[in-house]
């Protein structure tokens, strides 16, 4: 069975640091696109960040960029997002997700992880 696993999420101050983790246990998602999401209370699902298979290509969303940085590692199957100056609007429960396209849009998606809550007091 497929999973997405993501860790690494936590309470933190505003202007912290988190990195997240999303562990695959599948080798194929290796070299699949990777996308981060990330879902506040009483809030639609939004895109973060997303990295393609060989990890050269990224995008974010005009709100975490500069901040948050997406990167994986093929060899561990697990795809990160260091997440700096962290604020209050920040906090939500993040997402990983994987497909076979590179895009911003959550339902391009076929492989969702449970999500790890990040929550950032002022």
């Known amino acids: 069975q497929v999973q997405l696993v993501e860790s690494g999420g936590g309470l933190v101050q505003a202007g912290a640091s988190l990195r997240l983790s999303c562990a695959s246990s599948?080798?194929?998602?290796?070299?699949?696109?990777r996308g981060w999401f990330r879902q506040a209370p009483g809030k639609e699902r939004e895109f973060v960040a997303v990295?393609?298979?060989?990890?050269?290509?990224?995008a974010y969303a005009d709100s975490v960029k500069g901040r948050f940085t997406i990167s994986r590692d093929n060899t561990k199957n697990t795809v990160y997002l260091q997440m700096n100056s962290l604020k209050p609007e920040d906090t939500a429960a993040y997402y990983c997700?994987?497909?076979?396209?590179?895009?911003?849009?959550?339902?391009?998606?076929?492989?969702w992880g449970q999500g790890t809550q990040v929550t950032v007091s002022s």
């Open positions: 990295i393609d298979g060989s990890g050269g290509v990224t």
């Open positions: 997700a994987a497909g076979d396209r590179w895009t911003r849009v959550a339902g391009d998606y076929y492989y």
């Open positions: 599948v080798r194929t998602f290796s070299r699949a696109a």
